[in-house]
């Protein structure tokens, strides 16, 4: 497992480190984790007035510190680490950096804006959950430190979500040794929704449903597939239907749970943030601290 860490030397990309050390369950057996960091190119202005040899050491020196923080931060953590510097456009830098190390996870710190700001993430992490096709790990809040993971599965019949779940399948050395799976699917309110034809014929059975049948008959629906793949790669799950307004039903269930990590699949299209995740997985991402998976 290739784990691809980009860090400035600021609290919250300092903040990914103590996670790996608490969570390294996550990091898979016997991980390559390479700490990358990118200096914003120095304006032409500045670095004509720098020799050659100055600039190098003014890179050298940057570059230094912020590693030194990560190192100091690591101890004697259970993994081997490795560092790597480049100037440029932090951004480009990364996802560059992720193709050439052949990175099966990004992981990044972020401050977490509201969906109302410009950015979700912050620019440079936002540029790169939009372009990278590599699952990428958001770190948000503090972490805990359990035996077990309790991970929220968001479903939605989308090819979005079903590659969330394969990924989470392949990999399930990421989420320790016995992860509680919650797969999670949102049904639209029964008096605003408009049900596919598929929903009708099993609603049928039951007559005039009732809101409860009207839940299980549309989330059974949806979730089946799901469960049988976790069922056939025998992992544990629990159902969880909610009804709602999907994103303000998904934040809210994970504010009141104890979820350790989300899982979310992401079409990641453009730059904007609207095209990024979709409407639902920006308001789970602007209203809760909780680590966030991003799958691709």
Known sequence: MRILVPVDGREMSLHIVDFLKTRHDLTGKSPEIEFFFAEPTLSAAFANRLQEKDLAAFYDERSQEVFNLVETRLGDAPFETSFKFRPGDPAECI????????????????????????????????????????????????????????????????????????????????????????????????????????????????????????????????????????????????????????????????????LDLMVLGSHGYGNFKAAILGSVAITVASSVELPLLIVR
Not at 178 to 197: G, Q
Request: charged share 25%.
């Open 95 to 258: 996802l560059e950096e992720a193709r050439a190390f052949g990175a099966d996870m990004i992981v990044m710190g972020t401050r977490g804006h509201s969906a109302r700001t410009g950015f979700l993430f912050g620019s440079v992490s936002n540029a790169v959950v939009a372009k990278t096709q590599c699952p990428v790990l958001i770190i948000r809040g503090e972490a805990k430190v359990k035996p077990h993971l309790n991970i929220g599965l968001a479903v939605d019949g989308s090819e979005w979500s079903e590659r969330a779940l394969d990924y989470l399948i392949e990999h399930r050395e990421l989420f320790g040794e016995d992860p509680e799976i919650k797969l999670i699917h949102v049904v639209p309110n029964i008096s605003t929704s408009v049900m596919p034809a598929t929903s009708c014929m099993a609603l049928t059975a039951i007559g005039a449903p009732s809101e409860e049948a009207y839940v299980e008959a549309v989330y059974k629906r949806v979730a089946d597939p799901y469960m049988k793949k976790l069922d056939e790669a025998s992992i544990h799950y629990q159902t969880v239907p909610l009804m709602g307004m999907a994103g303000r039903e998904l934040a809210r269930y994970i504010t009141e749970s104890d």
